[in-house]
């Protein structure tokens, strides 16, 4: 399972743009990376998945570099609720899924 | 669809007691997992099932049970509460687990005295 290693916490300002990069340089072959959102006494919550280049829906964008062992999780003009700690996974096709600590973002008015 | 479902949302045992967390789903997924998440701490997977009768062990199974009779249910068991237990358990499914989207409970919060 490849490991990850992301920045233990970020602060921001609403209206900002965040990105949160994500190490993993053992990174497999058929890895997909994932990133998850985790609010206070609430479960993780899916945000976007991908293999390569870029990835975006209504919610963020995902960054990845040719040699995919990085990759950055964008979040455009963030506002107060974005305030979550987020996870970045990389996903096998098998049946174990390690989530490490996250990245605390904290958004200041 | 209500999701994942958890009961109960919070518990205090004793030590040595037993207990059963609940987790069912209607969205007919074939893998569900359960985890735990320590103060501060991310997620680590304590068993999960891949469909009706198959589990299998994750990262920490010690003290723990499982059982997969349909493809909605699947309980919790800690057979001997212990104050190293006391933590949040929160319960996930999937379509077929690997890649796909895991969708999770609400969480119930342990607490062992």
């Known amino acids: 399972l490849a490991k990850t290693t992301q920045p233990i916490s970020m602060d921001s300002y609403e209206g900002q743009e965040v990105n949160i990069t994500c190490s993993h340089n053992?990174?497999?072959?058929?890895?997909?990376i994932t990133w998850y959102q985790q609010f206070p006494s609430q479960g993780p919550r899916f945000i976007i998945q991908?293999?390569?280049t870029k990835v975006t829906n209504e919610v963020a964008s995902l960054f990845i570099p040719a040699d995919r062992k990085s990759s950055t999780l964008s979040l455009p003009r963030v506002s107060l609720s974005d305030t979550a700690v987020y996870y970045c996974?990389?996903?096998?096709?098998?049946?174990?899924?390690?989530f490490g600590a996250g990245t605390r973002l904290f958004v200041k008015a | 669809n209500a999701g994942v479902t958890q009961t109960p949302k919070f518990q205090v045992l004793k030590t040595g007691q037993s207990m059963t967390l609940q987790c069912a789903q209607d969205?007919?997924?074939?893998?569900m997992s359960w985890y735990r998440q320590d103060p501060g701490m991310g997620l680590r997977l304590i068993h999960y099932?891949?469909?009706?009768?198959?589990?299998d062990q994750g990262e920490v199974p010690n003290g723990y049970n499982v059982s997969r009779s349909t493809t909605e249910d699947f309980p919790l068991r800690l057979l001997s509460a212990a104050p190293s237990q006391t933590s949040v358990y929160f319960c996930?499914?999937?379509?077929?687990?690997?890649?796909?989207?895991?969708?999770f409970g609400p969480g119930t919060r342990l607490t062992v005295l």
């Open positions: 996930a499914s999937s379509f077929t687990g690997g890649r796909n989207e895991q969708f």
């Open positions: 053992n990174i497999a072959t058929n890895d997909y």
């Open positions: 991908g293999y390569k």
């Open positions: 996974l990389v996903l096998t096709g098998g049946f174990k899924t390690i």
């Open positions: 969205m007919n997924h074939e893998y």
């Open positions: 099932s891949v469909g009706a009768g198959i589990t």
